[in-house]
């Protein structure tokens, strides 16, 4: 599913384990296995998320140096 974007921004709505909902922008780094491996925040930190926890997703498009969703 989001293995296509690898490199590119996204912002995903995802469910944790704990059942908590966060919605968050990050960069997806790799997809194998139903683990997305991804740089989040403005810091880059690494995140993993589960395949299986992502609620609802969209591309984020960069345009000069601004974010706009992909429509």
């Known amino acids: 599913m ?5 490199g ?10 704990a059942g908590h909902i966060t919605q968050r922008q990050i960069r997806i ?3 194998r296995g139903g683990l997305i491996k991804a740089s989040a ?12 926890g992502i ?6 498009l960069q345009k000069e140096g601004k974010l706009d969703y992909a429509k």
């Open 41 to 52: 925040g403005k810091d880059g930190a690494p995140r993993t998320f589960l395949e299986q």
């Open 2 to 6: 989001l293995g296509k974007y690898i």
């Open 29 to 31: 780094n790799s997809v």
């Open 8 to 17: 590119q921004m996204v912002e995903l709505v995802y469910m944790d384990r």
């Open 55 to 60: 609620l609802a997703w969209r591309p984020i």
